[in-house]
């Protein structure tokens, strides 16, 4: 809709201001905003994006996380895997096989989630 110009690297650097200091709520706000004026196919576009925002709207509460101290982005969790799991599973004479490697990485994600307790009291 807004093409590759200065007004979409513009709009999306708003988008992401918007996101990280309002949550879910400012981003919907500005996409109603957006829908005004547009045609049948661009409207049907948007509407998809508030609909999966909308279904995912608890994993965007980047400011809270953010005023935690909290990582919001993918990269240390790509790099966990990377290094604790993949480089022990390469490495000569490394006895892991996929389901030990599955629960290593299962315990490094709830190591850092608020579900760690949850987790432990669950486990068989």
Not at 10 to 31: N, Y
Request: hydrophobic residues 40%; aromatic residues 8%.
């Amino acid at each position: 809709m807004l093409g590759e110009s200065a007004v979409r690297a513009e709009w999306f650097e708003q988008m992401r201001l918007v996101l990280i200091s309002e949550g879910f709520a400012g981003v919907e706000r500005e996409l109603e905003r957006l829908k005004e004026g547009l045609d049948k196919k661009q409207l049907d576009a948007v509407d998809s994006l508030l609909e999966y925002l909308r279904n995912n709207a608890e994993r965007l509460n980047y400011r809270e996380r953010l005023a935690a101290g909290r990582a919001i982005g993918s990269g240390l969790i790509e790099g966990a895997c990377k290094n604790l799991v993949g480089k022990r599973m390469k490495q000569t004479g490394a006895c892991w096989r996929l389901p030990r490697a599955n629960r290593i990485a299962t315990l490094c994600a709830v190591l850092y989630s608020h579900l760690w307790k949850a987790y432990w009291k669950n486990s068989y």
